[in-house]
C-alpha cells in the first residue's frame, strides 16, 4: 500500500479524477495554520512521542483526536495474514480521523507513529468542544473526514471483504446494508482467481455463502443484519441505567430531522433504527423536488448527510435493532428492542414510517431477493444493465425508478392498475416517462405470473380489461405499490385510525392539543409517514421532524416526564 496520500491516488488511478478524495490531497488531509493549531491544542495534551507508539487499533470506540505538530503519525489497515497496510502518513500540521470520531462505533484503522513525534491529544468530550467552538476549524474536519469516508468505500479499504454469488437474495441484502450504512466492503465473486486465495487462507465453504471476512479474520457465514452489526461494532452501545431526554424512533426523513434539530438544541438524542438512516427514502435514486437540489439528490446521499449531521450534534444511533415495544405507562417511557435491551428516554418521536406492499401473486415471496425488488439504487442497476424490467406502481416512486433504470436497463416496462399517472404522480415524472423511448406505460395491468428456478427468469402481466397476457424475459421487477404503516409494535400504546396510522393533533383530543404532532399519549409524538393524514413527501417528514422538537422542549419544561 502506498505510504502517503498523493501515491495512494497514484497507485489506484494514475490519470486526474476529481471525484477521488484522494487526488483532493488540501481537502482530504488538509493542513491547519499556525494560528488555528494555537487555538486547537488549548483543547487538548501535549505529548512527546517516539517512534511505533500505537495511539489506538482497528475496532477500538471512543478513540481520541491527535493533531501533528512535528513528526509523523501512520494509518493503517491490516490484511487477511494481521499485516499492517500503510493507507496515508499524517505529517506536520495535519490531524487524524475520519467519521467514526463523531460517534461510539468501532473504528476501521489503527494508528501509529512514525518516527519521534510532538502532537497534542484531546479526548473525545473535548473535541465535540472545539468541534462547536471552533468552527472554521470543525468545517474542515468534517469535510475531511466526509471525503476520507469516502475514499475508504471508492477505493475498498478499511472495511470487509464480501464474498458471493453476484444478484442473490442474500448477497444484496448484505451489500445493501454495509452500502447504506457507509461501511466499506471489497466484493469478490467465489470463481475468480482474486477470490481463491481468501477462500483457501479461511477455508470457507462454499455451501454457506455469502460470507463476510473482517480485517481480523473473522468469518461470518451469511449472517444476518443483527449478527453482522454486532460483529463490525455498526450500533452503539446503550448505556445501563442511560434516561435520554428523547427517543426517535425511525430513521427516515423525519426521524432524521427530528434527531439533528434535537441533538442540535442540547437535547441527549438517541436514534432507533432497524436498518440504515434514510428509511424508505434512502432507496430512492433521485429526489428531483427536494428544496435546494435544483439537479436532484438520491436517497442515500441525503439521508447519508442527514445522518452525520446528526451526529456532530451528538445524537446516538442504534442501528440494526427495531423497537419492539413501548412502554407508554412507565415514566420515564421504556422500549424495548427486538434484542431484549431497553433504554429509556423521557420522551418519545415516533417516526416509523411505513413498510413496502407487495403483491398478491404465486412465488412472491420466493423471489423476493431474487428478481423482486423494493429499491432502485446504483446497486440494483448494476443487475439490470442492458436488460428489459418491470417497476410497478404509479406513485413518484415508481416514476423516479422508471426513470432512473431507463438509464441503464435496455426497456422499462412500467405496470399501473389504473388508467394513467396524472392523479399519482408529479407532473416532471409524468413528462419523463411520456418523453422516454425507453419506457413503455402499461395501464390496466397487472403482474399475473412469476416464473423461474432459483432465480426470476420470466414474468406475465394481464390487461385487467381485455384479459390478454404477456410474457416476457424479465429478471428484476420493481414493486412500488406504497405501504402500510409500521405500527404493530405499538399494541395499544397510542390511538391509531382504521388503517393503523398513528393519530394526532385535533384527532385524539376534543380541545386544542399541544401541537399537531401530540398522539393520545402525552409526551409521545408522531411524525412522518407514520402519523395519520401526514403528506408522505420527504420535504414534509423533514418539516415535520423539526417542528416536533418545540413541542417535545414544551412538555420536557413542563417537568412531567
Known amino acids: ?48 512521542l517516539g517512534p511505533g507508539t500505537v495511539l489506538f487499533q482497528r475496532g477500538d470506540r471512543s478513540v481520541d483526536f491527535y493533531l501533528v505538530i512535528e513528526g ?169 441505567g442511560h434516561v435520554y431526554d428523547l427517543a426517535v424512533i425511525g430513521g427516515g426523513p423525519s426521524g432524521l430531522s427530528a434527531a439533528v434539530y434535537g441533538a442540535s438544541e442540547n437535547l441527549d438524542t438517541v436514534v432507533i433504527e432497524g436498518e440504515a438512516p434514510g428509511g424508505q427514502a434512502g432507496t430512492s435514486s ?48 421504556e422500549i424495548a428492542l427486538e434484542d431484549g435491551q431497553t433504554l429509556a428516554a423521557r420522551s418519545v418521536i415516533l417516526a416509523t414510517g411505513a413498510r413496502y406492499r407487495t403483491l398478491d401473486v404465486d412465488d412472491y415471496q420466493r423471489f423476493e431477493g431474487q428478481g423482486i425488488h423494493y429499491a432502485a439504487t446504483a446497486l440494483e442497476a448494476q443487475l439490470c444493465a442492458g436488460e428489459e424490467v418491470i417497476v410497478v406502481g404509479g406513485g413518484n416512486s415508481a416514476g423516479q425508478a422508471a426513470v432512473f433504470m431507463s438509464r441503464h436497463a435496455s426497456h422499462v416496462h412500467l405496470l399501473v392498475r389504473g388508467a394513467g399517472l396524472a392523479a399519482s404522480m408529479s407532473n416532471y415524472l409524468v413528462e419523463r416517462i411520456d418523453n422516454s423511448a425507453r419506457i413503455t406505460l402499461h395501464t390496466r395491468t397487472e403482474i399475473s405470473a412469476l416464473h423461474g428456478q432459483r432465480t426470476l427468469e420470466r414474468v406475465t402481466w394481464r390487461n385487467r380489461d381485455s384479459g390478454d397476457e404477456q410474457t416476457r424475459p424479465v429478471r428484476n421487477v420493481f414493486v412500488m405499490i406504497g405501504a ?8 395499544d400504546c397510542v390511538a391509531l385510525d382504521d388503517r393503523g396510522f398513528v393519530l394526532t393533533g385535533l384527532d385524539v383530543t376534543d380541545h386544542r392539543p399541544s401541537s399537531p404532532f401530540t398522539t393520545s399519549v402525552e409526551g409521545v409524538f408522531a411524525v412522518g409517514d407514520v402519523r395519520s393524514g401526514s403528506v408522505k413527501r420527504v420535504a414534509s417528514g423533514v418539516g415535520e421532524g423539526s417542528v416536533c422538537i418545540q413541542s417535545v422542549h414544551r412538555f420536557l419544561a413542563k417537568g412531567d416526564a
Open 1 to 48: 500500500m502506498p505510504t502517503n496520500p498523493q501515491s495512494a491516488a497514484e497507485a489506484v488511478q494514475p490519470s486526474l479524477d476529481p471525484s477521488d478524495p484522494y487526488q483532493r490531497e488540501r481537502q482530504t488531509f488538509p493542513k491547519l495554520t499556525p494560528e488555528q493549531i494555537e487555538r486547537v491544542s488549548a483543547y487538548g495534551e501535549e505529548l512527546q
Open 484 to 491: 402500510v404503516p409500521n405500527t404493530d409494535w405499538l399494541h
Open 286 to 333: 433521485k429526489i428531483e423536488n427536494y428544496l435546494g437540489f435544483p439537479t436532484g439528490i438520491s436517497g442515500q446521499a441525503l439521508a447519508g448527510r442527514a445522518w452525520i449531521q446528526g451526529q456532530k450534534f451528538g445524537a446516538k444511533f442504534v442501528i440494526s435493532r427495531s423497537a419492539a415495544s413501548l412502554d407508554c405507562e412507565k415514566r420515564p417511557f
Open 72 to 240: 509523523s503519525i501512520e494509518i493503517y489497515d491490516l490484511d487477511h495474514a494481521g499485516n499492517p497496510l500503510i493507507i496515508t502518513v499524517h505529517a506536520d500540521q495535519q490531524f487524524t480521523g475520519e467519521l467514526d470520531l463523531f460517534n461510539d462505533r468501532k473504528i476501521l484503522v489503527g494508528g501509529r507513529t512514525g518516527r519521534d513525534s510532538r502532537i497534542v491529544r484531546i479526548d473525545r468530550p473535548s473535541f465535540y468542544r472545539m468541534i462547536g467552538a471552533e468552527t472554521d476549524v470543525g468545517e474542515t474536519i468534517m469535510r475531511a473526514y466526509i471525503l476520507r469516508r469516502t475514499a475508504f468505500i471508492v477505493h475498498d479499504q478499511a472495511g470487509v471483504t464480501l464474498i458471493g454469488q453476484a444478484g442473490s437474495g442474500d448477497m444484496l441484502r448484505i451489500q445493501r446494508f454495509l452500502r447504506r450504512n457507509g461501511y466499506p466492503v471489497r466484493v469478490l465473486d467465489p470463481t475468480t482467481a482474486d477470490a481463491a486465495p481468501v477462500l483457501e487462507r479461511y477455508e470457507i465453504d462454499l455451501d454457506r455463502l455469502p460470507a463476510v471476512v473482517s480485517a481480523d479474520g473473522t468469518v461470518l457465514a451469511n449472517p444476518s443484519v443483527p449478527a453482522l452489526a454486532d460483529a463490525l461494532g455498526l450500533t452503539e452501545q446503550i448505556e445501563d
